[in-house]
């Protein structure tokens, strides 16, 4: 049994949602490829692009591994690119987090020369200046939904949805 957020879809928002702002050079820095949760959410933002009508380019996505220093290292990337993205959607605020910090350090304005986007929302996302938008996930209903299939198993019920795929939402925040 396992209970998980639709990262997919999760993604594939928040590269909409970079779109809606009017960003049609987006960057994407991954997490780790060997799991589920990195390439779901590499699989989003691939989708949302197509959907969306935007040229997939090889260059604007950088395999970070959702440390601070991949992110940090993905923007100097980002950077040095003839046509760097105006917008970047990180696998997890560790990373827009790195971001951010090269950016400031270069004297790029976020969200004024570019927009980040992270996910997770970890606390510090929250309170930092500009306020990170990231995609947030349903604690309090992943864990009821947690409680209620390992109370099921101990009782040794049958389950009936032994696979639960909640959705995430993104926090609008100041880097957008």
Same mark, same amino acid.
């Given at each position: 049994?396992?209970?998980?957020? $639709?990262?997919?879809? &999760? ?6 949602? &970079? /779109?809606?702002?009017?960003? #049609? *050079? ?9 799991? $589920? ?12 692009? #197509? ?7 090889? $260059? ?15 923007? #100097?990337?980002?950077?040095?690119? &003839?046509? +760097? +993205?105006?917008?970047? /959607? ?25 927009? /980040? ?18 995609? *947030? ?13 390992? /109370?099921?198993?101990?009782? #040794? ?13 993104? &926090?609008?925040?100041? *880097?957008?």
């Amino acid at each position: 049994p396992a209970v998980a957020i $639709d990262n997919f879809n &999760a993604i594939a928002e928040s590269v909409a949602y &970079a /779109i809606s702002l009017g960003h #049609e *050079t987006i960057g994407f820095l991954t997490g780790l490829d060997d799991s $589920d949760v990195g390439t779901h959410r590499l699989s989003g933002y691939l989708n949302s692009l #197509e959907a969306h009508g935007i040229t997939y380019r090889n $260059d604007l996505v950088f395999k970070g591994n959702y440390s601070f220093e991949s992110g940090f290292s993905g923007a #100097e990337h980002f950077l040095a690119l &003839a046509d +760097p +993205p105006t917008a970047i /959607i990180c696998a997890n605020d560790s990373m827009a987090l790195g971001v951010m910090k090269k950016l400031d350090a270069c004297g790029i304005s976020v969200p004024g020369d570019i927009s /980040i986007i992270g996910f997770d929302d970890i606390a510090v996302a929250s309170q930092i200046t500009p306020a990170l938008t990231t995609t *947030t996930a349903p604690v309090q209903d992943i864990a009821m939904h947690a409680v209620t299939l390992l /109370i099921n198993l101990i009782e #040794e019920r049958q389950i009936s949805m032994p696979h639960i795929t909640l959705r995430a939402r993104l &926090a609008v925040r100041g *880097t957008c």
